[in-house]
């Protein structure tokens, strides 16, 4: 297992930076979209006569995007492409508004008070809880729990590894469960939209297309990560010698509790999310209600779904303001805006991945290679008779295996998207159920790469504690968590779907077309 965790890492280190990946994939696409092109590359078109984008002859042909029709194509969209990429505004909306709340200390706070007034036996679970709710705030839960979990485990006598250990499993290998709906979700719900357009170029997917998957699995990894944490990890821990540490210091470090003032801010805080969702409750829960659909009268393809970006912001915002007024860290609205402006700051290397991502996307449909691949791959399924259950749990499988050297979870559903989400809708699937297929397997394989951004910042903690840590040490002790995620994660998935037959979220189908 060590050689295998090692060979990962050399071969992660062998691929570029994601920005450039997506250059040379674009690049090799236009290369394979001239010489297919000419050499009649085409599948039959399954969608039935009629449909938008069907062809008069039925007939799928790869587009040449290097002759001088396809280049000035691209140079008449390049910033089209860039500005109409779905996730690109719905992320910038929703972060100004966690930007807030996390400028205000409101989000730190709250996890603060969370995990050190837990129970002592249900520390363990509060912590691997408290990380998976951390994720509505981008990087907070790896730069503020990760390490609390260490000191408050140290301060229980317990060893602070385990703490940690707990806290990044639920941080980084819960990132796809959650209750509330956080800037990821519209992310990979415009990534998802684009590629379904492949097929059906009116397809929508919203930000909440998996929430109520979500919310059954931040439960169930909450108790997978404390019975992980509590019989296996902690045991094989052992107990902690002191002398490990590389610094003694750390050891010293006192764990700082909510004030009084920050209690309070708290409190106003949860009394206006509390009036915003009961606001919000009474435009949507009626069967009048302004912001249901005005033709059918149901939730399903209201403006409330449409919007939720919007909802997202101010669920976050107006909170945030308040406790930042009461506790102080708000003192003008200059502060409002500094707070917006340095959560835009954060998202400079991302808007630089989005529009190289962006022109990748758009390359794949206009050359027709990616429906010619989705067809070609759901005949060879349907051929092989890979379908149900046992083809999901293989796709989440290549995901994880996939994000084991392409850590970023944006950067790898940009790129695996437009291959198996119109390949999977034309053996029968939705793309609200695809892309949570996906997240099990990005989330789960998350904690045991090193390509994920902060594994090197989780290192350096862990190495505070036990300084001859390395990084096969911490990825042989998140390997007991990355499985059983994996097992229990992908065990709900088909229960839940194939099963049950529940949504994966509101409104969300399960089969395409829908059934």
Known sequence: MQRFLQGVEWLGNLLPHPVILFVWMSVLLLVLSAVMSYFGVSVIDPRPEGTSGRSADGMIEVVNLLNGKGLARIVENLVTNFTGFVPLGTVLVALLGVGIAEHSGMISAALRGLVMNAPKKMVTFTIVFAGIMSNTAAELGYVVLIPLAAVIFHSLGRHPLAGLAA?????????????????????????????????????????????????????????????????IVEPSLGKYNPNDADDASVLETQIEKVSSVEKKGLLWAGISMLIFC??????????????????????????????????????????????GKITGSIKSNQDVVDAMSNAMSSLSIYIVLVFFAAQFTAFFKWSNLGSVMAVSGATFLSDVGLTGPLLLVGFIIICGLVNLMLGSASAQWAVTAPIFVPMLMLTGYAPEMIQAAYRIGDSTTNIITPMMSYFGLILAVAMRYKKDTGVGTLMAMMLPYSMAFLIGWTILFSVWVFVLGLPVGPGAETYYPAQ
């Open 278 to 323: 009961l606001l919000l409750a009474w435009t949507v829960v009626p069967a009048d209600g302004i912001l249901r659909n005005a033709e059918t009268g149901l939730v399903s393809g209201s403006p409330f779904l449409k919007g939720i970006v919007v909802f997202i912001f101010v669920f976050f915002a107006l909170p945030g303001y308040i406790y």
């Open 167 to 231: 806290a990044f499993a639920g941080v980084s290998g819960g990132y796809s469960a959650n209750l509330l709906l956080g800037t990821v979700d519209p992310l990979l719900s415009g990534i998802t939209q684009e590629a379904a357009r492949i097929i059906d170029p009116t397809y929508t997917v919203g930000a909440e297309a998996n929430w109520y998957f979500m919310i059954a699995s931040t439960f169930l990894i909450s108790g997978l990560g404390y019975f992980v944490t509590e019989k």
